[in-house]
């Protein structure tokens, strides 16, 4: 009786974990982009990169790429927004800012495409 009763409660305990995994990632990306509204970008970059380990989102994946950007470290920006455009639903000003940035790194062949 007391086995099952311990063995409920872990059971419990788990699924709360795994519950509150998503909304402890969307709590760091809500950090994120308040840091990135204040044009804190260099502390929004840590945050970002929290989020997207948590759940790759694409959310998580621009606001990492902008930071970048933003911050002109156009070689981290440029893997980002490969990641962004990658990814379905992703924006036609994604396509626009990864050309930008391909740029600044002086690969002009490739932001033309």
Request: with cysteine; hydrophobic share 45%; glycine share 2%.
């Amino acid at each position: 009786m007391q086995r099952n009763y311990i063995s409920c409660i872990l059971l419990t305990g788990f699924v709360m974990m795994a519950a509150a995994k998503p909304a402890q990632s969307q709590y760091v990306l809500k950090q994120a982009e308040d840091q990135a509204s204040l044009y804190n970008y260099a502390l929004a970059i840590p945050l970002y990169s929290k989020a997207f380990k948590k759940k790759a989102s694409l959310q998580a994946a621009r606001g990492l790429a902008g930071s970048y950007r933003l911050t002109n470290n156009y070689v981290f920006a440029e893997s980002w927004y490969a990641k962004v455009v990658a990814m379905p639903d992703h924006a036609p000003q994604d396509k626009f800012h990864y050309a930008e940035v391909l740029m600044n790194n002086s690969k002009y062949a490739e932001a033309r495409r």
